[in-house]
């Protein structure tokens, strides 16, 4: 059975760093790409960063270059979002979904399977 689960979402301050955990289970990680999704009310659904486990290959949204990193362990299926130099406006749930595309994509239509999110906030 096909699943996602994240981890390691929690309040902050300003400045701190946080690193997030996407477990996956039940599909061929190695081949696939993997996204972070940012949430917030009233707004689309947004792509933090993405990375293909195909080709390594990644992508950061303008907002968080720079301050964020993604990887993937093709070992444990777990892909990782390291969050630095955090800031208020980086608050919001954040969800790990799959995409069968061997390509980095980076809308959210192209995603498959979605996990339930884990929540940051960056208090200012």
């Known amino acids: 059975q096909m699943q996602l689960v994240e981890s390691g979402g929690r309040l902050v301050q300003t400045g701190e760093s946080l690193t997030l955990s996407c477990a996956a289970s039940?599909?061929?990680?190695?081949?696939?790409?993997m996204g972070w999704f940012r949430q917030v009310p009233g707004k689309e659904r947004e792509a933090v960063s993405v990375?293909?486990?195909?080709?390594?290959?990644?992508y950061y949204a303008d907002s968080v270059r720079g301050r964020f990193t993604i990887s993937s362990d093709i070992a444990k299926n777990t892909v990782i979002l390291q969050m630095n130099n955090l800031k208020p406006e980086d608050t919001g749930l954040y969800h790990c979904?799959?995409?069968?595309?061997?390509?980095?994509?980076?809308?959210?239509?192209?995603?498959?399977?979605w996990g339930q999110g884990t929540q940051v906030t960056v208090s200012s």
């Open positions: 979904a799959e995409s069968t595309m061997a390509i980095v994509v980076t809308t959210a239509e192209w995603y498959e399977h």
């Open positions: 039940g599909f061929p990680f190695e081949y696939y790409c």
């Open positions: 990375i293909s486990n195909n080709d390594g290959r990644t």
